[in-house]
């Protein structure tokens, strides 16, 4: 399953059908909160996060650390519609990053790299 955290309801819809296409079963939230909560309650499940970088409230990058204390392994995939490299210094040079708006392509390739493999 892959946790979406994105604030544009149109962003969320879109991935999930899309991925929903592939078999691949999406949660959504709006922000990093619900975002929090979801990944609490289903982290058995989760196996990838698609994280926005810019959030109301909570923002992406304390999103992504929050996550990051409840499971150092879960995949982490940061997305934003700004350039790359203004979010490379703030997340470990590993976090791989999406760049809106998605490549269909691009998109469905690097969810497949990340989730287990049946």
Known sequence: MVLIIDDEVAIREAVADI???????????????????????????????LLDL??????????????????????????????????NTRFPSDTPFLPKPYDLAKLTKTVWSYLPKP
């Open 19 to 49: 991925l929903s296409l592939y078999d691949i079963k999406v949660i959504a939230a709006a922000d990093g909160e619900q975002g929090l909560n979801l990944y609490k309650e289903y982290a058995a499940a989760i196996s990838l996060i």
């Open 54 to 87: 810019t959030l109301p409230g909570l923002s992406g990058e304390a999103t992504f650390y929050r996550l990051r204390e409840i499971n150092t392994s879960v995949p982490i995939i940061i997305s934003s519609g700004y350039r790359q490299n203004s979010s």
